[in-house]
């Protein structure tokens, strides 16, 4: 009966979250976009940088809400269910602006489409936990909840305002 309850409690813990990246041993498929893409001018990307022996992503660039933009982001792809979890767990630091985490499930049927919320890092490293409830839809025709099962891309993104971006990742995973 003993063995029966530390296998199941060692099950739940494992389950607990899911990495999506950690730069180091789980690694995603990162890509990173601007409104470029729709005629805008915003300019910047996403680097892999090492500084005092911490690797972390940065989404780096200018904002620039001319001609229709207003955006920059990096988006990772994601292949697993993460109906099991809660939400998202970020380790970030930035400029003190406020950026966005954007999902994208498969009813997100435009590019404009996503479910999204917004956060304020701090100039220092922090963990920032967003519960999956806190996503708002970006449509009025979109389904109210997204669908967990199906969450193809997680993107955060320096959005809606001109200013010089400067957002680092160290890690992301579901909790």
């Keep these: 009966m003993k063995i029966n309850i530390f296998l199941i409690l060692i099950f739940s813990l494992n389950s607990f979250s899911m990495v999506i990246d950690n730069l180091d041993d789980i690694r995603g498929d990162w890509v990173s976009i601007s409104d470029q893409v729709m005629g805008g001018i915003s300019e910047g990307g996403l680097f892999e940088i090492q500084e005092d022996g911490k690797n972390f992503y940065r989404l780096e660039g200018v904002v620039s809400t001319k001609n229709n933009g207003g955006f920059l982001q990096a988006q990772v792809r994601n292949k697993n269910s993460s109906q099991v979890y809660k939400g998202l767990k970020l380790t970030v630091r930035g400029t003190n602006d406020n950026y966005y985490v954007w999902i994208r499930t498969p009813q997100c049927r435009f590019p404009w489409d996503r479910y999204l919320v917004s956060f304020l890092p701090t100039s220092d490293w922090q963990t920032i936990y967003i519960p999956f409830e806190d996503f708002k839809k970006s449509n009025a025709y979109m389904r109210k909840k997204m669908n967990l099962k ?11 305002k001109d200013f010089n971006a400067q957002l680092d990742i160290a890690n992301i995973e579901f909790y």
């Design 150 to 160: 199906q969450i193809r891309t997680i993107a955060l993104a320096a959005y809606g």
